[in-house]
C-alpha cells in the first residue's frame, strides 16, 4: 500500500489513531522500562532480556511507523452520498448462503478495517468484491479457492 490511499471509516480512523497513541505512549514506556531493568543485570553483549526488549522496541517503531503511513494516506469516507441500497465500502450486506440456507451479514471495510471476527470483510477479499456494486433481492456467485459461493442478497443497510 506504499503511497496510496486507504479508505476509513470515522469508527476506523479513530481506531487506528488510538492504537497509534497507545504505542507511541504506553507502549514506548513499557519496552523503555524493560531495556532498563535488562541493562541492570550487567554485560548486555550476551544478556537475553536485553536483546528482547531491543527486539520488541524496533517492533514498536515499526508498527508505529507503519501507522502513521497508514493514517497519513487515509480518507475518511463519507458515505452521505453512497447509494443506500448498493453494496458498496461502508454497507452491511445480509445474505443467504443458497446452497446451506444459513443468512449472513457482513459489513464491507477497506483492508485496514476488515476483521472477520466482527463480520467486517475487506471489499478486497474475493466475497468483498464478489458483492460490490449488486442490490437486494440479486442473486450472485462469487468464486473462491474452494469453489462456488452463491447467495442472495436480501438486504443493504448503511
Known amino acids: 500500500m506504499a503511497g496510496g490511499k486507504s479508505y476509513l471509516s470515522h469508527e ?3 481506531k487506528l489513531r488510538k492504537k497509534l497513541h497507545y504505542l507511541k505512549t504506553a507502549k514506548r514506556r ?4 524493560a531495556i ?3 541493562r541492570e543485570h550487567g554485560d548486555i553483549s550476551e544478556n537475553a532480556d536485553y536483546d ?3 527486539d520488541a522496541q524496533g517492533m514498536n517503531e515499526k508498527r508505529i511507523a507503519e501507522l502513521e503511513g497508514k493514517l497519513a494516506n487515509a480518507e475518511i469516507l463519507d458515505d452521505t452520498h453512497m447509494a443506500k441500497d448498493e453494496a458498496l465500502i461502508g454497507a452491511t450486506v445480509k445474505l443467504k448462503d443458497l446452497d446451506s440456507g444459513e443468512e449472513l451479514e ?3 471495510v477497506s483492508e485496514l478495517e476488515s ?3 466482527q463480520s467486517k470483510i475487506s471489499v478486497t477479499s474475493p466475497v468483498g468484491k464478489g458483492l ?6 440479486e ?3 462469487i468464486t473462491v479457492p474452494v469453489g462456488v459461493l452463491r447467495y442472495k442478497i436480501l438486504k443493504i443497510s448503511r
Open 12 to 14: 476506523g480512523y479513530e
Open 30 to 33: 513499557e519496552i523503555s522500562k
Open 36 to 38: 532498563g531493568i535488562a
Open 52 to 54: 528482547a526488549a531491543k
Open 106 to 108: 457482513y459489513t464491507l
Open 115 to 117: 476483521d472477520f471476527s
Open 132 to 137: 460490490l456494486g449488486h442490490k437486494a433481492k
Open 139 to 141: 442473486t450472485v456467485e
